[in-house]
């Protein structure tokens, strides 16, 4: 009978000795066999095989195949699953076979089912896995990571430096001889000044400086090709360029253009420059191996020179620091060394230069000592009395020159100076109270000159002598010298000086009852326990003050009342009016002082002070002037303040009363008087009322005349 032919069937030699053979495993047979047939070996196919295809790789049998007519398939990826047609199997035999060369890099296993199934009966075994291996070929060449690599290497580096790291990578099996990779430098340009200048690690790839003498300013570039081979170097290659920059480093010391420099400089100066030195430096311009930097190393222990870069950074300017004297050095040799701002990359020699400075002569004004000279004197000192002695000292001591004085500022003209000496005297009398003095101290600038040319005399010599007055303070004890009631006392104290100046204080003084060695009056103690006591008293007082007040208010309006008007409501003569009583003569006290002041209201030019002396501090009053031409205001201002000094006696010495006006159209009243009268009848008095009797008696002679 001849059966269908399967799709994946090939024909095979099945008694190929070559191709392994596979069972089916058992179970219940002699251990022997359960072994055999449980451990299902892998299948190992090299890839990159060239055929010819379809390849005979392996073939399964069942054991049933004896008794049985069995039929033989596999199922899964690389069969009938994707990528499906890679592995076929014969359906008689069960020989399996690849149907086109395998690539391990896109997959390195396979595994599928083997089944076998009896004719007309089923299966008759239980599917099988094959596992399928592809072996590894060396078909991959290593790739480096970069087709050109770039670095930098320091002209001064040693050997041993690492410069830079190359890498590659194999696709094929890892850990084994296809992708074990080694690297080679194959090529070096230039080959200067030696063609080994960098090593390379075969197996890292780290390069490195063989030997040194890289020099940036003659190949400041070299070109490296580089290999990585697999096989363990024996194999294929991979090709990579790497490019290397010689970088500058401080290698190349500055160097002085010349070894000496000579300058004059004038004394006294400050911040001048002294000369100024160059360099020159091979390494690369404008980075910090290039740019210079001095220091004076010798023959400045005073600190009198400063040297800083000049802005090129090629050049060392040296300045004074401070100024020079040329009493005590005429010249100055300094020694200034040269670096760079970095340090030397290479053992390398310090340039130096040396400088020499010689110092000019100039005149020097005088110099006082002390600068300040303070001196304390009355101020009523004679004319032509010696204040005090005041000398400077001519630094030019080799001038051999004369130093003179004279008074540069002398406000008040108090002062004059002997031009030889130095010997200050007063020129006219003193004033501590003047205007030009200033918290008890009078100022005047002296000068001295010596006798040679120096144009900023003036500025220089400007030194200071200070007449200074002190005053000490005297305390004032107060004694009572009679005995008085206890009470509030105001006391005006007046304090006068030696001259004839003087001036009023008011003082309030408290008498009362003293006990104890501190004198403490007792009625100023305050106790905690003592304060009902206090707040009582405080509360009679204020009830009593209240009584008063009402018993003054009830007698004015009883006073209202017993008033009669002066005329009759219908009298035609309106034109005079009723005034208050002024009373019954000195005992009567109750006034009111507001109608004297109504008339102050309208003229604000004019002082009011009441007739009781007010508290107000005293006003100040200006001092006796020096100039003879301020004594008008000088006795203008006292006016003034004595108008407004309260405590100026006598009290009631200068008063104001009201104003009526600039004038009026009546008449004097003077000219009323019995002489003028004439006939004129003055009985008419008599019915006014008998306020007016007496006058009328007086002048009409009435019976009190005749009397």
């Given at each position: 009978?001849?059966?269908p032919k399967d799709p994946?069937w090939?024909?095979a030699?099945?008694n ?10 058992k ?14 070996p892998?299948?190992?196919?090299p ?11 392996s073939?399964?049998r ?19 699953q ?7 199997m014969d ?9 086109q060369p395998?690539d391990?890099e ?15 009966s089923?299966?008759a075994?239980e ?12 078909d ?6 970069q087709?050109?690599y ?6 001064s580096s040693?050997?041993?430096f690492?410069?830079?790291t ?19 430098i ?8 030696s063609?080994?200048l ?9 390069i490195?400086?063989?030997?040194p003498g890289?020099d ?9 090709v580089?290999?990585a ?9 991979g090709e990579?360029?790497v490019?290397?920059?010689?970088t ?27 000369t ?6 091979g390494d ?9 930097k001095f220091?004076i190393v010798s023959g400045d ?6 040297v ?8 060392g300017i040296?300045?004074t620091a401070?100024g020079?004297?040329?009493e005590?050095?005429?010249?100055h ?10 340090p ?5 020699p ?5 400088v ?7 005149n020097?004004?005088p ?5 300040t ?5 009355p ?14 000292t ?5 001038r ?12 008040a003209?108090w ?5 030889d000496?130095g010997?200050?005297r ?10 030009f ?11 001295a ?10 500025l ?9 007055f ?8 107060l004694?009572l010298a009679t005995?008085l ?7 005006v104290l007046?304090v ?7 001036q009023d ?6 008498v ?7 004198a ?17 008293i405080?509360?009679?007082?204020l009830?009593l ?7 003054l208010?009830?007698?004015r ?6 008033r009669?008007?002066?005329l009759?409501?219908?009298?035609i ?9 002024e ?21 604000p030019?004019v002082?009011r002070n009441?007739?009781v002396?007010?508290f107000?501090p005293?006003p100040q009053?200006?001092?006796r002037?020096a100039?003879p ?15 407004n000094?309260p405590t ?7 008063l104001v ?6 004038g009026?159209?009546?008449?004097s009243?003077s000219s ?6 004439g ?24 019976e009190d005349?005749m009397?």
């Amino acid at each position: 009978e001849v059966l269908p032919k399967d799709p994946y069937w090939c024909e095979a030699n099945v008694n190929d000795p070559q191709v392994p053979v596979l069972y089916f495993p058992k179970s219940g047979e002699g251990q022997r066999r359960r072994k055999r047939e449980w451990v299902i070996p892998d299948i190992n196919v090299p890839e990159n095989n060239r055929g010819p295809f379809p390849l005979k790789i392996s073939q399964i049998r069942s054991s049933e195949d004896k008794i049985k007519k069995i039929y033989y398939s596999i199922t899964g990826p690389g069969a009938d699953q994707p990528p499906a047609g890679l592995f076929t199997m014969d359906r008689l035999t069960g020989v399996l076979y690849v149907t086109q060369p395998l690539d391990r890099e896109k997959q390195a296993k396979y595994m599928f089912q083997a089944h076998a199934v009896a004719e007309s009966s089923g299966n008759a075994e239980e599917p099988m896995e094959i596992i399928v291996n592809v072996i590894d070929q060396n078909d991959n060449k290593p790739v480096f990571s970069q087709d050109t690599y770039l670095g930098d290497v320091p002209e001064s580096s040693l050997a041993g430096f690492e410069v830079i790291t190359v890498t590659a990578t194999d696709a094929d099996e890892p850990n084994t001889d296809n992708s074990d990779i080694r690297y080679r430098i194959i090529s070096q340009h230039p080959q200067l000044p030696s063609d080994f200048l960098f090593v390379i690690n075969p197996v890292t790839g780290v390069i490195r400086v063989n030997t040194p003498g890289l020099d940036r300013e003659k190949y400041p570039q070299y070109t490296l090709v580089v290999h990585a081979v697999d096989g363990m170097g024996e194999g294929s290659h991979g090709e990579a360029k790497v490019i290397l920059t010689v970088t500058d480093s401080n290698d190349n010391a500055p160097l002085y253009n010349q070894p000496t420099y000579e300058a004059d400089v004038e004394e006294n100066q400050v911040g001048v420059v002294v000369t100024t030195m160059s360099v020159t430096d091979g390494d690369e311009p404008h980075t910090p191996a290039w740019n210079a930097k001095f220091k004076i190393v010798s023959g400045d222990p005073g600190g009198l020179f400063n040297v800083t870069t000049g802005s090129n950074k090629q050049e060392g300017i040296i300045t004074t620091a401070k100024g020079l004297d040329f009493e005590k050095n005429s010249k100055h040799t300094l020694l200034v060394a040269v670096e760079n701002e970095v340090p030397f990359a290479v053992p390398l020699p310090t340039s130096t230069a040396t400088v020499v400075v010689i110092v000019k002569d100039v005149n020097e004004p005088p110099v006082f000592d002390p600068v300040t000279k303070v001196v304390s004197k009355p101020e009523n000192i004679p004319v032509n009395s010696e204040v005090t002695t005041y000398t400077a000292t001519d630094p030019d001591t080799a001038r051999k020159q004369t130093v003179t004085y004279k008074i540069i500022s002398d406000p008040a003209g108090w002062l004059n100076v002997s031009k030889d000496k130095g010997v200050i005297r007063v020129k006219s009398l003193m004033d501590r109270e003047s205007d030009f003095v200033r918290d008890s101290k009078y100022t005047a600038l002296i000068g001295a000159y010596d006798n040679g040319k120096h144009d900023l005399l003036c500025l220089i010599l400007l030194q200071c002598y200070i007449v200074t007055f002190y005053f000490a303070g005297t305390g004032i004890i107060l004694n009572l010298a009679t005995e008085l009631p206890s009470g509030e006392y105001l006391v005006v104290l007046r304090v006068a000086d030696n001259q004839g100046l003087e001036q009023d204080s008011t003082v309030q003084a408290t008498v009362c009852d003293c006990r104890g060695a501190d004198a403490i009056c007792q009625d100023r103690i305050v106790t905690v326990g003592g304060l009902p006591m206090i707040l009582g008293i405080l509360g009679g007082i204020l009830l009593l003050l209240m009584l008063l007040l009402l018993l003054l208010l009830f007698a004015r309006r009883r006073k209202g009342e017993k008033r009669e008007p002066l005329l009759q409501d219908d009298d035609i003569r309106d034109n005079i009016y009723k005034y208050d009583e002024e009373g019954g003569g000195e005992d009567d006290q109750d006034y009111d002082l507001s109608v004297l002041h109504r008339g102050l209201d309208n003229r604000p030019e004019v002082f009011r002070n009441d007739v009781v002396p007010n508290f107000m501090p005293a006003p100040q009053y200006r001092p006796r002037p020096a100039n003879p031409e301020e004594i008008g205001n000088f006795i203008d201002d006292n006016l003034k303040a004595a108008d407004n000094d309260p405590t100026a006696p006598p009290y009631d010495s200068l008063l104001v009363f009201d104003y009526e006006g600039g004038g009026s159209d009546a008449g004097s009243l003077s000219s009323l008087n019995s002489s003028s009268s004439g006939d004129q009848d003055y009985n008419c008095l008599s019915e006014w009322g008998p306020r007016f009797k007496k006058l009328a008696d007086m002048y009409g002679g009435g019976e009190d005349d005749m009397m």
